[in-house]
């Protein structure tokens, strides 16, 4: 499968600090895959996804060294416009980038910018408000509306600009949990469509986890473990070491394993259904 993103011994160090927040980074992500990134406050994780955005070097002052592809373009070498068609970026505090009255017309600021004619603005903002739950919002002010439902308008801006590879950096973490859940039926939604390589840094590994194909641990400006997400938390105690947990039902089912109540499978549950299931056939043993 094609590369979306490659990192060739990456370095990165902001201006007057002292250490590189990115120390050296290789990394390959294959397009439509879906990335979970975690790890603790610090380690990098904003800082790897920006330098997948192009904020680092372009809005940055710092020390860049090594290189970022995307489908092949230097990232260092590329252009607002360019890396603005390629990758799209949400971040935890949507405010920070509404311009518009309206949020139909926060919608159809990227578009026009692109030089769409309107029946296609319109047929993008119909389908980034689908897939977004926000087509009651579209007449509204982007400010006079909750948390969750803000943080859907941002996500419904990037959407409707339709960049093959869509970034979230902590979308839930100023949201209530049923604002949570919608923003994870989102990614589901996203992800079942199977057209854009996602990339999202979240804490919440028990919602995360089900969506991922990969997850990805930066410890110390470094990718630390990129696995397939069951084996990626078939150790437990090696996350934990680093501030990550794994799902519960996971460490649940590893649990059962190690008392012999379970056959040492290789399918880890990582939701609550596979760990009812895992469940069942412990008991069932008995
Ligand atoms: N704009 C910035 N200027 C200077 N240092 C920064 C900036 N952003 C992050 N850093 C530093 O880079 C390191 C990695 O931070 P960050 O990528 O934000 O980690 P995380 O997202 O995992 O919390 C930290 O030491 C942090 O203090
Ligand atoms: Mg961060």
Redesign the pocket.
């Known amino acids: 499968m094609e590369a979306a993103v490659v990192f060739k011994d990456l370095e990165w160090r902001?201006e007057h600090?002292k250490s590189f927040?990115l120390n050296g980074i290789n990394l390959e992500i294959k397009k439509n895959d879906f990335i979970g990134v975690v790890?603790a406050?610090?380690?990098?994780?904003?800082?790897l996804v920006s330098a997948i955005s192009g904020l680092v070097p372009h809005s940055?002052n710092g020390i860049y060294k090594g290189s970022v592809d995307v489908f092949g373009e230097r990232v260092f070498d590329s252009d607002a416009l360019q890396l603005a068609t390629n990758v799209g970026i949400v971040f935890s505090d949507p405010e920070a980038q509404f311009t518009a009255m309206t949020v139909e017309e926060e919608l159809a600021f990227g578009l026009e910018n692109m030089g769409f004619d309107l029946s296609k603005i319109k047929e993008r903002i119909d389908w980034a408000a689908e897939i977004t739950l926000i087509q009651d919002l579209l007449d509204k002010s982007p400010y006079d509306i909750s948390g969750g439902q803000k943080q859907r308008v941002a996500i419904a801006c990037v959407l409707a600009m339709n960049p093959p590879i869509i970034i979230m950096d902590e979308p839930t973490s100023m949201i209530d949990p049923l604002g949570k859940n919608l923003i994870f039926d989102i990614l589901r939604r996203l992800k079942e469509a199977g057209e854009h390589t996602l990339i999202v840094v979240e804490h919440n590994v028990e919602q995360l986890a089900p969506l991922a194909d990969k997850m990805l641990l930066?410890y110390e400006g470094l990718v630390d473990r990129y696995l397939p997400t069951r084996e990626f938390f078939s150790d437990p105690d090696y996350l934990q070491n680093r501030g990550v947990l794994a799902p519960e039902s996971t460490e649940f089912s590893q649990w059962l394993i190690s008392e012999g109540a379970l056959p040492a499978i290789t399918d880890l549950p990582l939701d609550l259904a596979g760990g009812i299931e895992a469940t069942r056939q412990a008991l069932k043993k008995r």
């Open positions: 902001y600090r927040a790890g406050n610090e380690h990098g994780k904003t800082t940055y930066m």
